[in-house]
Each structure stands twice: as C-alpha cells, then as structure tokens.
C-alpha cells in the first residue's frame, strides 16, 4: 500500500470534527497580548508577544494537522509592529482567517492573513500611538499628578482608572469585533477616508492637552527684583506682563528642539536636574 492510497483512506474530518473559535480561545488572545512587547527586539520588534497570544489558539485549530500548525506558527513569528491595546482587534481578524484556513482545504490563501496583518499594523498604530500615548496618557497624567502635588491619594488611582478602563475595554472590543467582522470593515474605513480624520483629530486634541499642561505644570520662575522702595518690581512679573508663562514656554520649546536633535532624554533629565541645583543655590531661580 502506498502513501497516496493510506491518504485516501484516511477519513476526513466532517463539519462536526471543525475545530470552531470560541469566546474562551478569544479571551486567552485579550489576557495574552498584555505581554506584547515583554519581548520586544530590534529584528521583528513585538513578534513572539504576537506568536505567545495566538498560539494557543493555533494548537487548538491545528491539533490534526502539524504541517498546517507549523506554518500558523511561522506566520504568527513574521515581523510585527503595532500600538498594543489597538492589536488585539488584528489578532481577532487572524484568527477568523485561521479558523477558516483549518476548517478547508488547501485552496485556502494563507498570504493573506500576513497580508491583513501587514496591511493593518500602520494604520493602526497612527491611531493608537496618537489616542493612547498622545492624548489619554497625557490627559490621565495631568489628572493624577493634579492630584497627587496636593496630597490626593486619588491621584495615582484615577491615573490608573482613567487610562486603563479605555485599555482592557478597547482590547476586549478590538478582539472580539475583530473576530466578527474581519477585515472588511478596515477596507471600508480605509476607503472612505475616516481613518486619517480620525487620526488628525487625535493629534490636535493631544497637542492642545500637551500646549495646556506646558503652562500649567511647567513652572519656571526667575529670583530678583528691581527698583528702590514701594517701586520695587520682580524680574518675574515683568516677565509675565509680557507673556506668561514665557521662561516655561521657553523651557519647552528648547527641550523639544534638543530631543529633534538627537539628544537622549536621559541626558536632559540630568541637565534638567543640575542645572535646577545650580540655578536654586546662586539664588538665579526660585525654589
């Protein structure tokens, strides 16, 4: 007996045999793609985070056929890039295409589901790199540290709240929609142009939250006074009748131009710090 007459006798699965994606395989994707980045690295950057969230799902689909499964397992290992709470709604979109790859036979194009991966990572990160790290950690920061220069023990808490309910409920949505309606929806958005209104929006928000917090919480102020008597005027309120807030604008503007260049931040939070020493103990800037 040959090989080919062994695959032919072979029964093949039938439609109740179909390894189908449940709710529980799609939670195990939400829990797992909080360690995205924990192994992160300059060659495929987020790639074995993305391999850990969807491989037990992969050993579920493919438990009956290991060429099938190693190859899952490969595309799961191809580079990837993404904003972590806006992936699990691509990892959502892979498993329907997986799900479906597992359930038919070869005819089935598995370079689409890199393709849908691929296609999605950029536009994607726009979105969630300007929402989370531009304009909802900035806002939950200001927040807490409102808070907490007053004492408030509420302000590491609403840090906390207010940046991570909009995390674990975008990831559970992203997943569990991803799953639903695949890629389709990507394309339509895509097409109709509210993807890059949508991220323009994100940007002005976050630049308009970064402008307000640059005046409020960057405080630099300048000692001395000049004048004799009831005439005596501070450097400072000169400075102010002028433009307030300027020296904080000032800082800003110089620590952002130095970042363009090149500069790490770990040097100029140094240089922040002895220059601060420095400008206290000669009495140049007030305490």
Avoid at 11 to 40: C, G, Y
Avoid at 234 to 256: E, G, K, R
């Amino acid at each position: 007996m040959t090989t080919s007459d062994i695959e032919k006798a072979t029964p093949k699965p039938t439609n109740e045999e179909h390894e189908t994606v449940t709710h529980k395989d799609l939670m195990q994707i939400f829990w797992r793609s909080f360690t995205l980045e924990a192994s992160w690295n300059f060659e495929r950057q987020q790639h074995m985070g993305y391999a850990f969230a969807m491989a037990p799902l992969l050993n579920k689909l493919y438990k009956h056929d290991k060429k099938k499964k190693t190859e899952a397992a490969e595309r799961s290992l191809e580079f990837f890039n993404s904003s972590p709470p806006l992936t699990p709604f691509i990892m959502g979109i892979a498993a329907s295409m997986e799900e479906k790859n597992a359930n038919t036979d070869d005819d089935f194009d598995t370079h689409g589901i890199t393709a849908i991966k691929t296609a999605l990572m950029g536009p994607l990160a726009g979105i969630g790199d300007s929402l989370f790290w531009g304009t909802l950690l900035v806002i939950a920061i200001g927040i807490g540290t409102s808070f907490a220069a007053q004492g408030n023990i509420m302000g590491p808490i609403l840090f906390l709240l207010i940046f991570n309910i909009p995390n674990f409920l975008l990831r559970y949505l992203g997943v569990t929609k991803g799953y639903q309606i695949g890629a389709k929806l990507l394309g339509n958005i895509q097409n109709s142009g509210i993807m890059a209104t949508l991220m323009h929006a994100a940007t002005v928000v976050g630049l308009v939250v970064i402008g307000g917090m640059s005046g409020s919480m960057v405080s630099v102020k300048v000692a001395g006074q000049v004048g004799q008597g009831k005439a005596i005027t501070t450097i400072q309120s000169m400075l102010d009748s002028i433009l307030p807030n300027m020296l904080s604008l000032a800082v800003v503007f110089l620590i952002y131009w130095l970042l363009k260049k090149g500069v790490k931040t770990s040097y100029l939070l140094l240089g922040i710090f002895i220059f601060g020493i420095i400008a206290a103990f000669f009495g140049i800037l007030k305490v």
